[in-house]
C-alpha cells in the first residue's frame, strides 16, 4: 500500500466523535457492535477508494 488505510473501531457513535476519526485522517469508521457484512461492506469501499487522489 501507498498509504496504509485505517478503520476506525469505536462504540462511540455520536456525529462529533466519527467526525473526529474522519478529519484525523482515517479512511473509515464502523460502530461497535458491528455485523460482518458491514464489516466487509466498510473494508470493500475502503479499497475501492484507495486510488483516489482526495486521501
Known sequence: ???L???AMTA???????????DAGMNG???????REELLATLHS????IGRSDR
Open 1 to 3: 500500500f501507498e498509504r
Open 5 to 7: 488505510p485505517i478503520i
Open 12 to 22: 462511540n457513535v455520536m456525529k462529533a466523535e466519527v467526525q473526529r476519526c474522519i
Open 29 to 35: 469508521f464502523i460502530p461497535k457492535p458491528f455485523e
Open 46 to 49: 475502503v479499497m475501492a477508494g
